[in-house]
């Protein structure tokens, strides 16, 4: 079964701090790369996506993706107390062509202020 | 990115009637929409792919005479949960099939 892995957290850092989240997937094939943020009963708001090795940054934000160690991860620079949130990691799994992700179950983020 | 609503944001049902849940793409032109269901405290689950013209897939385990999908035109596309129960309370969420990956904003469904 093709899975996304996540630690569930919840993760807490003070305010300022760097927040660093995990992912892992199972399927060598994975394409492409997506990190959600989801605020509690809401839908969830695409942060940043990668396609190929190595850093993307958007901001705050650094992605880096490692498909030879099926990993992913999602830096946060100075975090902010509104960064508190589940952060989910989602895989396009089936490749080119196809749209469909496999999310993870999310890791919980708490910022201390 | 594309955006997407979707109507009713919440409802609440009695048991055993139908609800029907619209998601329309506004800028964008969707011939494929991904159904996503999401239970308390977990994640995103695909339920189904609606396919303008064509039947939906379904799936596994994702009862498809229980979950009616509709994609009659390419900016609109329809989930209707049939005679629902508790058990499908959940955050019904569509998204249509982009390399942008947006999601709707999601529709809660509280059967009692």
């Known amino acids: 079964q093709k899975e996304v892995e996540q630690n569930s957290g919840p993760l807490s850092v003070p305010e300022g701090a760097i927040a660093s989240l995990n992912c892992t997937y199972s399927?060598?094939?994975?394409?492409?790369f997506f990190w959600y943020r989801q605020y509690s009963g809401k839908s969830p708001e695409l942060i940043m996506f990668i396609y190929s090795n190595g850093d993307k940054e958007d901001g705050r934000f650094t992605a880096q993706l490692n498909k030879a160690s099926q990993y992913v991860s999602l830096l946060i620079r100075d975090s902010q107390p509104s960064d508190s949130a589940t952060y989910l990691c989602?895989?396009?799994?089936?490749?080119?062509?196809?749209?469909?992700?496999?999310f993870g179950k999310g890791t919980k983020l708490s910022v201390i202020p | 990115g594309a955006v997407v609503s979707q109507h009713p944001s919440w409802v609440i049902c009695k048991s055993g009637t139908s609800v029907k849940i619209e998601c329309r793409s506004l800028?964008?032109?969707?011939?494929?929409m991904f159904w996503y269901r999401q239970f308390p405290k977990q994640s995103l689950m695909l339920m189904a792919t609606?396919?303008?013209?064509?039947?939906?897939?379904?799936e596994q385990g994702v009862e498809k005479d229980k979950f009616l999908i509709n994609h009659a035109s390419l900016t609109l596309s329809t989930l209707t949960v049939t005679s629902a129960h508790p058990e499908d309370s959940s955050f019904y969420i569509c998204t249509p099939s982009s390399n942008e990956q947006f999601f709707g904003p999601g529709t809660r469904l509280t059967v009692l």
């Open positions: 989602a895989v396009n799994i089936a490749g080119a062509g196809s749209y469909q992700l496999t």
């Open positions: 800028d964008f032109q969707a011939t494929t």
């Open positions: 399927d060598r094939g994975s394409q492409s």
């Open positions: 609606s396919n303008e013209g064509s039947k939906a897939t379904y």
